[in-house]
Structures are given as structure tokens and as C-alpha cells.
């Protein structure tokens, strides 16, 4: 990740520094944000769009106990390697 400097009056430093602080994250990410949401990325309608295909393509699947998906693929694996 490329590295850049900046010159930023130190007042505003310190409230960036302390709202960080308060959001529990870095400088860093707290800067980011902004940019991102003034460029527009990433895209929100994007997101959305992958959002709301995501639910079509799992519309259909129904209910299901992912504990039990797993103990049947592990048991399908498990039997090949016997046979093996």
C-alpha cells in the first residue's frame, strides 16, 4: 500500500485522533472513509445489486442446519477415503 504525507493543522488531527479513538479504529481508516464515500467506493448500488442477487441465488435453498451439511460432506469424504 502506497504511503503518502500530508499536512493537517493540529487541531484537526486531534479531533480526528480522538474520534478514532471513540469508533475504536486507527487514523488510518478513520481518513479513508471519507475519501471513499466522496469518490463513491466503493459503489453503494453496486453493493446493493450483489446484495440482492446473492438473496435471489438463495431464495430457494430453504432452511438448513449448516452443522449437519458439514457432518455429511465430512462422512461422504471419510467413506471415499476407505474405499481408497
Known sequence: MPKVM???PAELLDHVDRE???????RRAFLQEPARRELGWPDPA???????RGRQALAGAGAFESAQLIRVERDDHDARDRRC
Open 6 to 8: 500530508i499536512s493537517i
Open 46 to 52: 453496486k453493493i446493493d445489486a450483489a446484495l440482492l
Open 20 to 26: 478514532a479513538g471513540m469508533r475504536g479504529t486507527t
